[in-house]
């Protein structure tokens, strides 16, 4: 098969004109190496939604006879095709086989995913194939669909009775530093991707939240405290109501729910604070 490159003409009419020009120079060095069999990109390029904080989500498919090299070679090869920054592998995002990396002046974030062909099968989207040595790439898409991550129900509802009943210890012992930050891990975590499936949206995190799920947006406030005892508990609570409202209007008939779980805790969050931040939501 003939070698195969997205044409310039084809790219997203929303890409900022510094984004164009850093991809096209990586697309230029990666596609000379012989170890490499192509490029695709994710993320905002392929919704035509891209600003100029826009991060540019590459995968780069290496040839698998030379993975260990190539895996070996990231760094370099990142700081080959651009003015890099920055780089460091991505293990906090449980990616260590990606670069997470700064170019230029003004920076733009970039990720490089390395990867051999067959893991590209496995994706919550379809990437836009920007470069392609032999078609691999197109034969890998074409053999496969994609996955969309989407809202496991009961997986959250095993879990949250028991992380808010963390979040209240830590607040009732002023740890407030430790609460705050599991009210934002529940917001990310559970409300936030329930709330943009609800509004048609793919589940990721709080990404581009306001503008999916903006019918969400004055109750998720509701649980954005500031280092304030009374409104990390007043979060809490509105966390809890939330997610029954939530549960209540969106949850699937085959979830199967906690009821003792769920008065314990709310019964314990009573008796530590009070029922005066109580709060139907």
């Not at 991060?55 to 260990?68: G, M, S, T």
């Not at 095709?81 to 920076?107: K, N, R, W």
């Not at 994609?146 to 009961?154: A, G, I, N, R, Y």
């Not at 007043?234 to 906690?258: C, G, M, V």
Request: with cysteine; hydrophobic share 45%; proline share 5%.
């Amino acid at each position: 098969m003939t070698e195969y490159f997205l044409s310039a003409d084809h790219w997203p009419r929303t890409l900022p004109s510094a984004h164009k020009e850093l991809l096209q120079g990586i697309i230029e060095k990666l596609s000379a190496r012989s170890d490499l069999r192509g490029l695709a990109i994710g993320g905002s390029f392929v919704t035509n939604q891209m600003d100029r904080y826009s991060d540019l989500d590459l995968k780069v498919v290496a040839d698998p006879r030379e993975w260990e090299t190539v895996r070996e070679a990231r760094k370099w090869i990142a700081a080959s095709v651009g003015p890099l920054v920055s780089a460091f592998t991505a293990e906090h995002v449980g990616v260590p086989q990606m670069l997470i990396c700064l170019y230029g002046d003004m920076p733009i974030h970039v990720d490089l995913a390395f990867m051999v062909p067959e893991e590209l099968a496995s994706r919550p989207e379809d990437p836009a194939v920007l470069w392609d040595r032999d078609g691999t790439l197109h034969q890998v898409l074409s053999n496969s669909r994609p996955c969309p991550t989407t809202v496991d129900w009961q997986w959250m509802e095993d879990r949250i009775w028991t992380w808010i009943h963390y979040t209240a210890t830590r607040a009732a012992r002023g740890e407030l530093f430790e609460a705050i930050r599991f009210l934002s891990f529940l917001l990310w975590t559970v409300l936030a991707p329930i709330a943009v499936q609800a509004s048609g949206g793919r589940p990721h995190g709080l990404r581009r939240f306001e503008r999916i799920a903006g019918t969400y947006a004055d109750k998720m406030r509701s649980i954005v405290a500031s280092y304030d005892k009374n409104m990390v508990v007043h979060a809490l609570f509105e966390i809890a109501a939330i997610y029954r409202s939530l549960r209540k209007d969106h949850a699937p008939q085959s979830l199967t729910t906690n009821p003792k779980a769920e008065a314990v805790v709310m019964r314990d969050l009573e008796d530590i604070f009070g029922q005066d931040h109580m709060k139907t939501t």
